[in-house]
């Protein structure tokens, strides 16, 4: 599960049953080439018979191009996968059309748990501070966390109450993860959540994941 270029990883977001891509596709080589689970299933955690989310025959086309066709994957609590492949293969495709922004051609979505969604973009505004995003998102959606506890948890007390046009985009991104912690959801969509981040900070994020996973 470490931070490589071109990984994607939609955590606590399950072990696929295939996954093919490719122009062409080739279904016997191509299938789990861009789908790695992210951590080692803990003994302690058994998978319930019902998956969180779960997908079947999903398709999409750009243009002229075949993205991917036939890709399934069951969703259980505690589990993690990871998307691999280089760019244009239809990895941020395939999280948007698991997350229900993006309608795919061919296939169904089944989401049976709330889910968060942490896609390329921030979400920050040049004048928000770290403490007033999450503040904002606290309040939208009926969320007490501790903001401060939360603040020191993802390494922002310093820029807490500084502007956003001001911070870097490590802490920009620290930030955009922080929405996490607001409101427990079972399952994590992540597109990139290592962009911009020092070593420190993907060790952050992997020590979260690594916790949800395990709650």
């Known amino acids: 599960m470490g931070p490589v270029p071109s990984v994607k990883p939609p955590v606590c977001a399950g072990r696929p049953s295939r996954y093919k ?43 002229e191009r075949v993205l991917f066709t036939g890709v399934g994957l069951q969703v259980h609590a505690g589990e993690g996968v990871v998307l691999r492949g280089a760019n244009g293969t239809g990895k941020t495709t395939l999280l948007r059309i698991l997350a229900g922004l993006t309608r795919p051609e061919a296939g169904d979505v089944v989401r049976a748990a709330p889910h968060h969604w942490i896609g390329h973009k921030d979400g920050l505004k040049p004048h928000e501070t770290p403490r007033t995003h999450l503040r904002l998102w606290a309040r939208a959606w009926g969320s007490d966390a501790d903001l401060d506890a939360l603040l020191v948890r993802m390494g922002l007390s310093r820029p807490a109450d500084v502007a ?39 060790d952050l994020v992997l020590s979260l994941i690594d916790g949800h996973c395990r709650t």
């Open 164 to 202: 956003a046009r001001y911070l870097s985009a490590g802490q920009r991104r620290r930030t955009a993860l922080a929405r996490l912690l607001l409101v427990n959801r079972p399952v994590w969509l992540l597109d990139e959540p290592f962009t911009a981040l020092d070593s420190a900070g993907r």
């Open 21 to 63: 891509t490719g122009e062409p596709l080739q279904p016997e080589t191509a299938r789990h080439a861009l789908v790695r689970p992210i951590l080692p299933e803990p003994a302690a955690l058994t998978a319930p018979d019902s998956p969180l989310l779960s997908a079947s025959s999903l398709g999409m086309i750009r243009g």
